[in-house]
């Protein structure tokens, strides 16, 4: 049993390492102030982080990476859909008791950007955004909570409405301007006072 566990833990220690070892093998992509070469932001290597050019908008993870440019692994809308058929009651709409739906299909590709092709980098204000999860929750209790404002009305009067509108408010009033702070985005021109490395 011990022979067990000690192997399970050197297999355990031994995949983290490897795959720490792969994510340390590419390089920091840095913002760096031009007029304050010490003041330098870190940009996460995720989703939400994007490189404008002149030819549109870019994001996805940094894949590879050399001294002046970068490999981005992109997924995006292609433009094209897909349709199934799906079982629904029979009714004037829908006579044979079909419905036919849409779906957008996604593409998966690359694409390689020069550093000195990228004129504007957006990045969220905030690096983590887990704490937007509980105003997020509040949001939708709120909305789930709508349907009961004919159960207050009829329970407790002109009161209960008075009372479930200051619970929405509340939790409107927490959910939103978190909400709307941890959704923001900062733009970084390139050129002008930033510049853009891979460290």
């Known amino acids: 049993m011990n022979g067990n566990l000690y192997t399970l833990f050197l297999t355990?220690?031994?995949l983290f390492s490897l795959?720490?070892?792969g994510q340390d093998s590419l390089p920091r992509t840095l913002l760096v102030n031009q007029y304050r070469p010490s003041k330098k932001i870190n940009l996460k290597n995720d989703w939400d982080t994007?490189?404008?050019?002149?030819?549109?908008k870019n994001t996805g993870k940094i894949i590879s990476a050399t001294d002046s440019s970068f490999r981005l692994a992109r997924y995006y809308k292609s433009g094209k859909d897909s349709s199934y058929t799906k079982k629904v009651r029979f009714s004037k709409r829908h006579p044979e008791g079909l419905k036919v739906k849409k779906l957008a299909l996604y593409t998966r590709d690359t694409v390689e950007l020069q550093l000195k092709d990228i004129l504007v980098v957006r990045k969220p204000w905030f690096n983590n955004r887990g704490w937007t999860l509980i105003p997020a929750y509040f949001l939708g209790g709120a909305i789930l909570a709508v349907p009961f404002?004919?159960?207050a009305a009829i329970t407790?009067?002109?009161a209960g409405v008075r009372n479930w509108l200051q619970?929405?408010?509340?939790?409107?009033?927490i959910s939103g301007p978190s909400l709307f702070i941890g959704t923001r985005h900062r733009k970084f021109a390139i050129g002008k006072k930033w510049k853009l490395v891979l460290q």
């Open 156 to 158: 407790k009067g002109s």
């Open 19 to 21: 795959s720490s070892a």
């Open 149 to 151: 404002l004919p159960v």
């Open 167 to 173: 619970f929405e408010a509340v939790l409107l009033g």
């Open 50 to 56: 994007y490189y404008i050019t002149a030819t549109g």
């Open 12 to 14: 355990v220690s031994i």
